[in-house]
């Protein structure tokens, strides 16, 4: 069952977790919640975007360089949907899952992954949903991939002895007007990959498709070090 995302008391609020229902990741984003590290990060991006003046067009893929950090992220709006990936530098995943006692085991086993924080929100007036089972990445040798879900990520890290969930974005979700969530992605390449990311989600009862292509993982160290 697709879980309700978080609920955005007016438009550019941030999202309120309303008690009576569900939200993804519970917690998860909440200031002191397991995800904070998730969420400061997100925030920290989502504000610098905010601050520059910012027109996306319907289906146009913006690229962004924070001038900050050096690092990049992509966002995408169409048929209701925003849609943003921003790069995570490997160093500052590690450091998140590291600060929560994770094994070296189970920490070893992300390095093999770049991360993306990414951030969704429903900006028309009727509800939307995702499936991330349905999405492809696609590397520079045609071959197409599956995302690893979070489902799969718990039950691997519950089959190493550890009960971890947080600060991964939902396999799926239901979001009504004005819901937004945010969280990791994961694909299964080193940094510096180039690759095109292939999304679905369901709108006024039809499938909608987008692409963002040449799509960048972090590189290994902070851009300029």
Same mark, same amino acid.
């Given at each position: ?22 939200? @993804? !990741?519970?917690?998860? #984003? ?10 400061? /990060?997100?925030? =920290?991006? %989502? ?63 992300? @390095? !093999?992954?770049?991360? #993306? ?10 509800? /939307?949903?995702? =499936?991330? %089972? ?85 590189? %290994? ?5």
């Amino acid at each position: 069952m697709a879980s309700k995302a978080c609920h955005s008391t007016s438009p550019g609020s941030r999202g309120r977790k309303p008690s009576h229902i569900p939200v @993804a !990741g519970d917690n998860a #984003f909440s200031a002191s919640g397991e995800g904070g590290y998730v969420r400061k /990060l997100l925030n =920290r991006t %989502a504000w610098f975007l905010l601050c520059v003046p910012l027109l996306v067009n319907s289906g146009e893929v913006v690229r962004k360089k924070n001038p900050d950090t050096g690092l990049l992220s992509w966002k995408m709006k169409e048929s209701g949907l925003s849609i943003e990936f921003i790069q995570v530098l490997p160093d500052y995943v590690a450091a998140v899952y590291g600060s929560r006692d994770i094994p070296p085991a189970v920490l070893e086993s992300m @390095a !093999g992954y770049c991360v #993306f924080g990414t951030i969704l929100k429903n900006e028309s007036a009727q509800e /939307l949903t995702y =499936r991330m %089972a349905d999405w492809r990445y696609v590397t520079r040798d045609g071959s197409e991939h599956r995302i690893k879900t979070k489902t799969e990520w718990v039950a691997e890290w519950k089959g190493r002895g550890v009960s971890y969930r947080w600060s991964l974005l939902p396999d799926d979700q239901v979001f009504e007007p004005g819901d937004w969530s945010q969280g990791f992605i994961t694909f299964r390449l080193p940094p510096d990959s180039v690759f095109d990311l292939k999304f679905s989600w369901r709108y006024q009862g039809e499938e909608h498709t987008g692409t963002i292509r040449d799509m960048r993982c972090a590189p %290994a160290r902070p851009p300029g070090e």
